[in-house]
């Protein structure tokens, strides 16, 4: 059995007990949206107890404020009314056992699957690898608390994210599941004017 014979087993399923959900609105109910890492341990919907249409999430590697996330929030909340943005990291991240030297060193020697040991990522399979991995920046975390303010900081100083959204900053931690604040981003995001002013 495949991966894609089980996934579309299991969509056939979902789909079969869909109900009411095909009538949810576009907007997200609760309002808020979620910046969060798209390690496998975590999900949101569980963690932060959402249903279908109740929220934004946002998931790439390290929960990151790169540009692409900045223009998913931007969309999130100008056209879909978001008013409350959450960045959740968490513990035993991968992009903490890496740099960008790392990363662009193991790609230029193997496009094969690299392997973790207790000394960090090592190539194990064939050549050729490519350079162009050098070129890019791979948003990997050296300081895991430090790394929630400054994505706060990166999203709350945009030009184009308003100062009435607060931005509240977390660390999930995956041996208990539990959400942590991180209590000098949430204090880096919160909000500039009341909501209801402009600004
Ligand atoms: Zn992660």
């Known amino acids: 059995m495949s ?12 789909a079969a007990g869909f109900g ?4 949810l609105a576009l907007p997200p109910a609760s309002g ?16 932060a107890g959402l249903s279908e249409g109740d929220a934004h999430v946002i998931r790439n ?3 990151r404020a790169s540009d692409d996330a900045i223009r998913s929030l931007v969309i999130s ?13 968490h513990t035993n991240c991968g992009m903490e056992f890496f740099t960008n030297q790392v990363m662009g060193d193991l790609l230029a020697q193997s496009l094969e699957t690299a392997e973790l040991g207790p000394d960090g990522f090592h190539d194990v399979g064939a050549g050729p690898g490519s350079p162009v991995g050098k070129e890019i920046d791979w948003l990997t975390i050296a300081h895991r608390e430090q790394a929630v ?25 995956v041996a208990t599941g539990k959400l942590l604040e991180v209590p000098a981003a949430t204090e880096a995001g919160k909000a500039l004017v009341a909501a209801g002013q402009s600004g």
């Open 3 to 14: 991966v894609l014979d089980d996934v579309l087993r299991a969509n056939e399923k979902y």
């Open 149 to 173: 303010v400054d994505d706060v900081d990166r999203i709350r100083n945009h030009p184009l994210v308003p100062g009435r959204i607060p931005i509240y900053g977390f660390v999930y931690d």
């Open 77 to 89: 909340y100008k056209l879909l009314g978001t008013s409350e943005w959450f960045v959740i990291h």
């Open 32 to 47: 808020f949206a979620i910046l969060t890492c798209m390690d496998a341990r975590l999900d949101p919907a569980k963690y």
């Open 61 to 63: 590697a390290g929960g």
């Open 20 to 23: 009411a959900k095909g009538e």
